[in-house]
């Protein structure tokens, strides 16, 4: 079993089940029935309840924690190591799996779930992930803002509200009312692509 260090701290683990939790409908869209207020975050957005166990288990590498992709995108920690992610002049690092040049030719914003990272970090990505060594660029990030979440869309229904699809849905947008978010969604509206060895 890896140690809790050795695994990224967005990374779920198994110990980590959300518990069934039915959603009714409230205010303007869903609600828990027993609701607490943590469950809903500053825009008033509901959130999938997950318990807090890493280490419990085994770590699930396709499967992002929650809590943890919230806090780590919010506060710009690290998405491996929960420690600041590397800031400089020309602004927050974050890794990107797209080509880079297509990169190059990017014009618009850049809507990502993966939070930043910091230097050591991103370069054990890069050195470890044949996937990333291959399509990867590094991103100096000088504007960015909560661009809205992933998570599980429902629609009116009766007796209770209806799961309709798995996607992302921008705050502002009248349908963030009827979603149960699992990730929160960061817009990169201005960014630098940066090479790796001068980072
Ligand atoms: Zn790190």
Partial sequence: MPPIGSVPY?????????????????????GYADERPYD???????????????GK??????????????????????QVCARPAD???????????????????????????????????????VASCPHLRKRFVML???AYSPAGVRGALY???????????ATGVAFGDPRIHWVRA?????RLSKFTIVEPNLV
């Fill in 182 to 186: 699992g990730q929160l969604l960061m």
């Fill in 87 to 125: 800031r400089t002049a020309d602004g927050v690092l974050w890794l990107s799996g797209e080509d880079a040049r297509e990169a190059a030719s990017w014009s618009g914003d850049l809507v990502t779930a993966h939070p930043p990272l910091c230097v050591p970090c991103a370069m054990r990505s």
């Fill in 155 to 165: 629609r009116p229904g009766h007796p209770a509200p209806v799961a309709v699809d």
């Fill in 10 to 30: 967005i990374t779920a683990w198994s110990g980590e089940q959300a518990p069934r939790m039915p959603v009714i409908t409230k205010g303007r869209g869903i």
């Fill in 57 to 78: 288990g085994r770590p699930e590498y396709g499967r992002v924690h929650t809590l943890r992709q919230r806090r780590a995108m919010g506060e710009l920690l690290c």
């Fill in 140 to 142: 100096r990030v000088s």
């Fill in 40 to 54: 809903r975050d500053s825009e008033g957005v509901l959130w999938t309840r997950t318990p807090s166990l890493p």
